[in-house]
């Protein structure tokens, strides 16, 4: 489960509708952020139960360019 993206403006709305929309993508993928170290993140899709991605131009980053590079 994702936030609602429409709590969201901008790259972080756009963010957020990725992960709702394709968590199994944003799962197989490493967090660059250093947020595994800090809250234990094992994933990109664990950032946007909360508001971690909305504070984290990494994590916003990395959705969009995993959904450009799957499709």
Do not use: R, W
């Amino acid at each position: 489960m994702t936030l609602d993206p429409n709590q969201f403006i901008g790259p972080v709305k756009e963010a957020y509708q990725i992960a709702e929309k394709n968590p199994a993508l944003l799962a197989q993928l490493n967090c660059y952020c250093g947020c595994d170290k800090q809250y234990g993140h094992q994933n990109l899709l664990d950032y946007y139960p909360g508001d971690h991605a909305a504070k984290c131009k990494i994590g916003i980053g990395s959705a969009q360019m995993a959904e450009q590079l799957s499709e």
